[in-house]
Structure formats: structure tokens, C-alpha cells
């Protein structure tokens, strides 16, 4: 699903299928169908065209054929949906499509098809018509200049912090270097959310410093700009006599220009660059042979822009952050009443609760500030309508309507996919923090991330194009990402490893959000603590596929008459308290998100299962006890998670949901998967039991029946058969399981069976296994009977390095340890034909870890995952060694040398670090002792730093150091997968993997 086409992409195949022969439709419905999908895929194609044109570039009758078309998609979805799903039996139950010809082939409802497919047949020829009719031209309003160039003029005073310590802190960074001999060209970016005043900034400094240098310019790029004009504006700025530029092309502009520049010292600004290859092109006419001390500063709301800008260990990023809560008083204070201390105690707490909703960005404070001092007699009610109104597009205001038209720039210049992502934020409440598992799962099973895989292709025509699965949810992650890229949302929250907990929008922008998803019909928040009743006449009535309602307060009164149009929605999202009376009045959606609500019981649950519609319901961290056996009863459901809640079993009726594709139990008191889980052949994800506290389930007999299982946790094997634990393997799609079991020696004949299953499985291909086993578990096993099968990537976690494993011929090993120790690394020495070894490890050694010159003979990548390299490599150490790559976190460094020079076949070194730890003493030192060893190493050795993501994505600094200088130096971002394969070195020698 996307914002601009609705469900059409989805809707297509449904009509396809319902033209199938085995459902017999009469012909004159035949027909119809037949000319609906034919105008379908026509409306498809037409919706994506308008998708791309700019909204206040986009002519009135198109905006509307186009809200037209995606609702007829909306409530054609509902209608084929009863179709192909089924209708209910007299009793309540269902069945499949296939035995429902007959019932539908007369009757009320074939008569009610029939009508509704020609009404819409009528209704999309009359919007066709009255488009036509009324379209004057394609387009109307041209878009002014770019908002941003008014900000060059700002009033510095007007600004609080611009004048202070974020000038301040600009500052430093550009005079960074004056001090050496060698004043080398240095460029600072400058990235932050729109609106926060980077212009204003930048502009205040250019004025300041300019007069110390030969000449300057200042140009905007803005979304649209052209490499051509960008020099253009430059040229034009440094020679105002440039005469016949406009007949020069692009190569010989950047040559103009570098000749411009030529021995001098100048100061050069590009404001607001949106686009990398932008700057990729107009960086070439900077010469970083300029050693006059020249500065070069740009503006951008991308932080990936920002990056490729820096292209040298000289340059920098700086970061603008939001003003402080005193400072935004400040600026609001002193615009409306002249000073801090003039505004008066009743108006104190208002103008905090309107400080929260502006979010300390300049640009949104005098905006408001404005609006409030335009009327000196403005009242405390007044400014409580203010409020109130901030966050749901009610505020009548040319400047308003500015600042937001400011903001919207960051929401359409995305593409398509990031658009509808970004849009279906606007269903969570502002002031509650967006957790991102819950979000990733909302994101997959709303249809709105459908890509399941992509091709990882390396710059290198020798080297093999790789093509690896990617799940909806890693797509979905990497959406997310690139959305906190872009400015548009922040991470809130970070666990240890520097991974996303959760994120947050600027008010602003969340109201932005709200406004545009309600225009484009598509989606809706009812906010039953907030709401104003402006807001809610603009609900009332309208169609939305998405709905949310926040109800805070069990107090709060369900009013149904503020509800939007129950036509229509598809999915329902409720936070805080839920009941009844609104389950009665969305009964025909097919989502139903419930996560954490309060006051669920099982009545409500009752309901909810007559609720036949239902593909996906989400019951997890409610406080219900059980599932009632009329779960039975959605046998359209391919969804269930009830994770984190008190349910101790599973009712024999789960056996009945025969499409169900996902059951999640993580994390509640289930103890035991019933046996009639079984019959559940199309299963794909069960989750069940806590890897994390190695609380696992029992298996029951005849698993091997579930053929499209390919995601299975947590079991323990101490409560499982041997038999069961063999039809494991009967599994054909299995690639992942996680498992719990004891570390008693003599309990061997349940571990030897799930051996057995591991050696069957992995020689047909790739697993990941996550246990509890501790060494003595495969220690006991017997491993040239076991591990000489292990062919793929199978993941084991271990105390130490397992004794089992000396002496194997293993031509990669990746192996995650809890602590690495002399005799740990003996047993790595001794693997003969060991070439690749990834070491994770998960304490940070006590002690350096020496590698001697025994062993590792044929080692040409190692890679090591610690929080900070504890490495000494002794002379003559790992002698076909190409490529050493250091994954750090934080900590401190440590004081000894690493010995690099010693590995005498170097030719790489990879250091990675995520983003989130760039800042840290320890890995800002431990940078720097390694690129002072790899310029004193003898070998031409090529030195990448790269900052990465959570997904692997990765901006990568590279350096190639010989005879001690910089040779060169490039910025690139790729994908870590790309780099020489990374940790999965080269497909064709990976024969043995065990981690």
C-alpha cells in the first residue's frame, strides 16, 4: 500500500483471481469485472504519475480524481475481501472460497455485486468526465522562491543561541588548522531539522570572517538545483564580470571556477544541498591542493549529505541541535513582551505547554511568537485556542502556513515507499515515544513494506554479484533509518550496542503529518484527551483505510459521533483503553492492533472473535489470561500475537485458523505447544517461550507436518520427544531456531537427537541456531561425527572456544565467545586450512590477547568484534594475512602498540564503529593509533574508518598510506556486504561455518 495508489497494487490480483473459472461467474458479471480490472491497472498507473507532481503543482480536478480513485480502491478491497475469503456459516463458522460457489452464485449478495461493481463503473466514468471537463491546464500554482533564502536577511538578535555558543562552536570548527604551516582546504557541513536555523547561522558567520579572505561567495542550491547553475552562482559571485558562462557546460564551468580559485584564499557557502550527487559533481572544482587556509561551508537537512560533503579527515560535521528550553523562552519572551522577565505569571504555564509543541526550533517559536504579538491585547483563552489548535492544521495564518510549507519539503521530496512510511507515523499520539519492533511490525503486516529481497552487487566486475535474502522487517529497518537520515525523525532511545529502542517526531512535524494523512484520505488519529471539535468535524464522516484513537483515560466517553466513517477502514490501532462499543462499530476491519491497551477482558476478546474479517489481531502486552475457544472462529486470520501477556496455554481451537502464517507467545506463561498446532501446515513464524531468559516450550509429535515453518523458537529440549525432535528435520524450509537445554553430561539422548537434525538440515542449507549450550554439551558429541557436516552458516554461542572443534579442516570460522584466552587462541592456531575467522567477543579481555607467529598459515581475513581491540600481533604472525578488520564500540583504548607492521602481507585494514559511539575517547584514539601504524607499515596499506548503522549501511572514509604520506583519499557509502564480501568473505570458500 502507498499514500498515492491506495491498495490498487494489492487490489489487482484479487480481481484476477476472481475471475478465475473455478468460480463460475455469471457473464455479464464476468464482463464487468473484466472491464473493472482493465480500468484498475489504467487508475494504477495514472495515480503514480500523479503521485510525482509536486501538490501545489498538482491541478484541483487531478487532486481529487486522485482522492477518488484511492477511495474506490478502499472500499473495493472490503467487498472482494468478503469474496474471496468467505462468508459465514449460519452457525458462525467459515469456509474456504472454493466451497462457497454455489452461495454466492444466487442471492442477495450475487445482486448486491453486481449493482456495486456498475455503480462504480458509473462512478469512475463520472469523475473522468468531470476531470476532463474542468481542467483548464496540468498545471497551476509554480512554487515561490525557496523559503530558506528569506533567512539570510534574519535578524541575527532575533535568534537566540545564533550569536552564542552555537556561533560560537562554528566558529572553532572553521579556524581548526589556522595555526599549521600547512592550511589545508577544510569544509564543515552543517545538518540539522529544517527550520532550526542553519542558514541564519551559517550566513551570521559568513558576514563575520569574510573580509579575512581574497573572496567569497554565498549561493543557494535548494531541492530542484542543477550542478550548472550552482556554479553559475559561484562564478557569478567571485567574477561579476563572468560574461558568456551560460554557453559553457559543466566541465568547463568547474574549470572556470578552479581557475577562479587558483592561489587564493577564499570562503565559499552552498546552502541547502539536498542531493550527494550534487556536491559529487561540484566538489571537483575545489582543489585539495589549496594550502592557503580556504573554508568552504555547507548547509543540508541529510545527514548522509553532510557526510559525502566531508570528504577528508580535515573536514568536519556540526551537528545543530534544538534550542534549550531557557533559550526558547527567550525567543519567545523577548519577541512578544520585550524581555524574559516581562511576561506575566498567568500566562506562564500556557506559554510552556506551547515551548513543548515548537520543539526548540527557531523558525516555529517566532512564527508562533508572531501570531501572539501581533494583537497586544491578546488573553490567556486566546492563547489556550493556540495551543489547542498547534498539531492539527486548524491555525488560519499566512506566516504559519509558511513555516509549515517549510517543513513539508522534508516530507515530499521523499520517494513513494519513504512517503507512505513516514505518513503512517502520523497514527501514533506525538507525546508518546514510537517503540520500533512494535512499528516494524505494524509497517509488514499493513502491506506497506512488501520487498522481501535485493541484490548486493560489488563495484568490482571481477568480483561474483552476491544476492542474499532480505525479510520485510530488515527493509522495513532500513526505511526507518533512512528516515532519521533525512531529519524527520529522531532516535529517543538507544540500548548499549547503539541500536533504536525508539523514536520521536517534532510536534511540528507530527502535525504536519496529521494534516497531509487526513487530506490524502489516508489515515486518521482520534485523539479522545485532545481533540478539538474543529478537528473533529474534519473526521466526521470521512473514509480513512488506518484509524488510531488514543484514549489516555478509562474516564474518557467513546463518542461515536466524532468517529470517521467505519467504510471503508481497514485497520484499527488503539493505545490506551479499549472496549467494546468501538470493536461493534469498526466490526469489518481485517487489522485490529491492541498492543498494551488496558481494560481489555475477556468479553472483549469474545467479540473480537466474531469479528470474521480479522487477518491480523495483536493482543500482546494486554492484561487477559486466556484466548477463548471462539479464536476458532477467524479462520481468515494469518496473524495472532498475544506476547507478554498472563495466557498459560493454547486452546485446542487454535488448530482451526488454518491460514494463520504468524502465532508470536514470546514472553507469556505458555509452557506447552498444543498438538493440534500441527494441522497448521501454512505456519511460517512460531514464536514461543524467552530465548533471552532460556525459557523454552515442549514440541509436540508431528511437527514434521508443519512443511512452511521457517522460523521456530524457543523449544527446550529437555521437554521434547527424541521422535519430535527428529521430524525437525522433515522441515525443508527451517532457517532459524532457537533452543534451551541443560548442561548435564548424561542427558545425551535428546542432545544426540537434535544433532542429528542439525547434521540432516545443514547439509541442505543455511541455519541459524541459537542456544544455551555451554562446552561440555559439545564437548560430550562426538565431532567428526557432527561438526565434519556443518557446510553452512550455523551459529553457536560459547563460553570459550570448544575443544571439539581442534584440528577441523574449517576454511572460515565465525565463532561468538564469551572470553578469548591462550589456550582459546592455541586451538585457532591449529586449524590447518582456516583462511577466514570472524571472533566476537563478548567481555572486553582483561589482558592483550598476543599472536604469535605459530599457526594461522594460511589466514588471509581476520576480523575482530570487541568493544576495544585487544590485540598484539608478534613478529612473523598470520603470514598470508591481506585484510584485518576491527569492529569497536567504546571503552578505553589501550596503551600498547598492536604490532600492524608486524603482519608483513597487509594490504587492508577495515575499522568499523557505529555511529552512535563516533564521539567516544576510545575509539577516536584507537583511530588514530591505527592509521599512525599503517602509515609506518612497509606495504601500500589502504586504511577504511567507516561509521555504520544497525543494518550495515555505512558511510566509509578511505586512505591509502605509502611511504608515510596520504596518498589519496575518498568518501564513499555502500553496503558493508559489498566490502570484500565482509564477514562472509568469499561465498565459493565458505565450506564449514560455525559460530
Not at 456495486?116 to 515561490?144: A, F
Not at 531541492?223 to 547553475?229: G, H
Not at 483505510?545 to 466517553?557: F, Y
Request: glycine letters at 6%.
Amino acid at each position: 500500500m502507498e499514500v498515492g495508489t491506495g491498495v490498487m497494487a494489492s487490489l489487482l490480483p484479487k480481481l484476477d483471481e476472481l475471475l478465475n473459472e473455478k468460480y463460475k461467474l455469471q457473464t455479464s458479471i464476468r464482463e464487468d469485472v473484466e472491464y473493472l480490472s482493465r480500468e484498475m491497472k489504467s487508475m494504477h498507473a495514472a495515480l503514480r504519475k500523479v503521485a510525482e507532481v509536486p501538490p501545489d503543482q498538482l491541478h484541483k480536478q487531478d487532486k481529487l480524481w486522485a482522492g477518488e480513485a484511492r477511495q474506490m480502491s478502499y472500499n473495493m478491497e472490503v467487498l472482494l475481501d468478503k469474496l474471496l475469503m468467505g462468508a459465514p456459516n449460519s452457525d458462525g463458522s467459515m469456509g474456504h472460497m472454493e466451497k462457497k460457489c454455489n452461495w454466492f452464485k444466487k442471492g442477495k449478495l450475487r445482486h448486491e455485486i453486481g449493482d456495486t461493481i456498475k455503480h462504480i463503473k458509473s462512478h469512475i466514468r463520472e469523475i473522468d468526465r468531470q476531470r476532463d471537463r474542468h481542467r483548464d491546464s496540468d498545471v497551476t500554482n509554480c512554487r515561490g522562491p525557496f523559503p530558506c533564502l528569506r533567512a539570510m536577511y534574519t535578524a541575527v538578535p532575533q535568534l537566540v543561541g545564533i550569536d552564542g555558543e552555537k556561533y560560537q562552536e562554528l566558529m572553532k570548527l572553521l579556524s581548526d588548522g589556522d595555526n599549521v604551516p600547512s592550511k589545508k582546504l577544510k569544509i564543515v557541513s552543517v545538518v540539522g531539522f529544517a527550520g532550526l536555523g542553519k542558514t541564519t547561522l551559517v550566513k551570521t558567520v559568513y558576514d563575520k570572517i569574510k573580509s579575512g579572505f581574497d573572496c567569497g561567495a554565498f549561493v543557494s542550491a535548494s531541492q530542484n538545483a542543477d550542478v550548472k547553475k550552482v556554479l553559475l552562482d559561484i562564478i557569478l559571485h567571485l567574477d561579476m564580470n563572468g560574461s558568456q558562462l551560460n554557453t559553457l557546460d559543466e566541465q568547463r564551468l568547474i574549470t572556470k571556477l578552479g581557475e577562479l580559485l587558483e592561489n587564493k584564499r577564499y570562503l565559499i557557502v552552498i546552502d541547502d544541498i539536498w542531493n550527494e550527487n550534487l556536491w559529487g559533481n561540484i566538489k571537483h572544482a575545489f582543489s585539495n591542493k589549496n594550502n592557503l587556509g580556504s573554508r568552504i561551508i555547507t548547509t543540508t537537512r541529510i545527514v548522509s549529505v553532510s557526510k559525502a560533503c566531508c570528504f577528508s579527515a580535515n573536514d568536519s560535521v556540526y551537528q545543530m541541535e534544538p534550542l534549550s528550553n531557557d533559550d526558547s523562552k527567550k525567543l519567545l519572551y523577548d519577541r512578544i513582551f520585550g524581555s524574559v522577565s516581562g511576561c506575566p505569571h498567568e500566562y506562564e504555564q500556557v506559554s510552556i505547554d506551547i515551548l513543548k509543541k515548537c520543539g526548540g526550533v527557531p523558525l516555529v517559536i517566532l512564527t508562533t511568537a508572531g501570531m501572539l504579538a501581533s494583537d497586544h491585547q491578546v488573553k490567556p483563552d486566546e492563547w489556550h485556542v493556540l495551543l489547542s489548535s498547534i498539531g492539527h492544521g486548524l491555525i488560519q495564518d499566512p506566516c504559519w502556513e509558511e513555516m509549515l510549507r517549510v517543513l513539508s519539503f522534508s516530507y515530499y521530496e521523499l520517494p513513494p515507499h519513504l512517503k507512505t512510511c513516514l505518513l503512517y507515523l502520523s497514527i501514533f499520539p506525538w507525546a508518546l515515544p514510537i517503540i520500533r519492533d512494535r512499528l516494524v511490525k505494524k509497517l509488514v503486516v499493513e502491506g506497506i513494506v512488501t520487498q522481501e529481497t535485493k541484490l548486493i552487487g560489488s563495484p568490482n566486475k571481477n568480483e561474483a554479484r552476491l544476492s542474499r535474502e532480505i525479510s520485510r522487517e530488515e527493509v522495513a529497518r532500513q526505511y526507518l533509518d533512512e528516515l532519521v537520515n533525512r531529519n524527520v525523525i529522531h532516535p529517543l532511545k538507544c540500548n548499549n550496542h547503539g541500536e533504536v529502542i525508539s523514536y520521536h517526531i517534532h510536534p511540528m512535524m507530527h502535525g504536519l503529518l496529521k494534516t497531509i494523512a487526513i487530506e490524502e484520505n489516508f489515515a486518521a488519529l482520534v485523539d479522545l484527551e485532545h481533540s478539538s471539535e474543529e478537528y473533529s468535524d474534519r473526521l466526521t464522516g470521512s473514509t480513512f483505510p488506518q484509524v488510531s484513537i488514543n484514549c489516555p483515560d478509562s474516564e474518557n466517553q467513546i463518542d461515536l459521533s466524532i468517529m470517521p466513517s467505519r467504510a471503508g477502514v481497514r485497520s484499527l490501532t488503539i493505545f490506551g483503553h479499549a472496549n467494546r462499543t468501538l470493536f461493534r462499530y469498526f466490526e469489518g476491519i481485517r487489522l485490529l492492533d491492541l498492543e498494551g491497551c488496558k481494560s481489555i477482558e475477556r468479553a472483549d476478546v469474545e467479540y473480537i472473535c466474531s469479528m470474521y474479517l480479522l487477518k491480523w489481531l495483536c493482543l500482546a502486552k494486554t492484561q487477559i489470561t486466556d484466548l477463548p475457544p471462539e479464536i476458532g472462529n477467524l479462520q481468515c486470520l494469518e496473524g495472532l500475537d498475544v506476547g507478554g501477556t498472563q495466557i498459560s496455554q493454547l486452546p485446542p481451537q487454535i488448530g482451526k485458523l488454518l491460514r494463520l502464517k504468524t502465532l508470536d507467545a514470546r514472553k507469556s506463561r505458555i509452557q506447552e505447544i498444543p498438538d493440534q498446532v500441527v494441522r497448521l501446515t501454512g505456519l511460517v513464524h512460531l514464536l514461543i517461550g524467552d530465548n533471552e531468559s532460556c525459557e523454552g516450550v515442549k514440541l509436540p509429535d508431528g511437527f514434521g507436518k508443519m512443511a512452511s515453518l521457517e522460523q521456530l523458537g524457543t523449544i527446550d529440549l529437555m521437554k521434547c520427544s527424541a521422535s519430535s525432535l527428529e521430524e525437525l528435520a522433515e522441515i525443508p524450509h527451517l532457517k532459524e531456531i532457537a533452543v534451551v537445554g541443560s548442561d548435564d553430561p548424561e542427558d545425551t539422548r535428546i542432545k544426540n537427537a537434535f544433532f542429528s537434525f542439525l547434521n540432516k538440515s545443514i547439509k541442505q542449507r543455511s541455519l541459524v541456531v541459537y542456544t544455551d549450550f555451554r562446552v561440555n554439551t559439545l564437548q560430550s558429541s562426538s565431532p567428526n561425527k557432527y561438526l565434519n557436516y556443518w557446510k553452512k552458516h550455523t551459529m553457536l554461542r560459547f563460553l570459550k572456544v570448544p575443544i571439539c572443534i581442534a584440528g577441523q579442516h574449517l576454511r572460515m570460522l565465525h565463532i561468538r565467545v564469551c572470553k578469548l584466552e591462550e589456550d582459546d587462541v592455541k586451538i585457532l592456531q591449529g586449524l590447518p586450512r582456516l583462511q577466514c575467522l570472524i571472533v566476537r567477543l563478548e567481555l572486553l579481555p582483561t589482558k592483550m590477547i598476543h599472536i604469535s607467529c605459530e599457526g594461522f598459515a594460511k589466514l588471509e581475513s581476520f576480523y575482530v568484534d570487541c568493544r576495544m581491540p585487544r590485540v598484539i600481533f608478534e613478529e612473523g604472525a598470520m603470514p598470508k594475512l591481506d585484510r584485518l578488520e576491527l569492529k569497536l564500540y567504546a571503552g578505553s583504548a589501550s596503551d600498547e602498540h598492536m604490532g600492524i607492521n608486524h603482519l608483513r602481507n597487509l594490504q587492508k585494514v577495515t575499522l568499523r564503529y557505529s555511529k552512535w559511539y563516533a564521539a567516544n575517547k576510545g575509539v577516536r584514539e584507537t583511530t588514530e593509533t591505527v592509521k599512525t601504524e599503517c602509515m609506518e607499515h612497509q606495504n601500500q596499506i589502504s586504511l577504511c574508518v567507516a561509521e555504520e548503522d544497525k543494518d550495515g549501511n555505512c558511510t566509509m572514509e578511505t586512505e591509502i598510506f605509502q611511504e608515510n604520506r596520504v596518498a589519496s583519499s575518498t568518501k564513499m557509502t555502500e553496503i558493508a556486504e559489498e566490502e570484500d564480501t565482509q564477514e562472509g568473505g568469499r561465498t565459493s570458500e565458505i565450506e564449514e561455518v560455525v559460530e
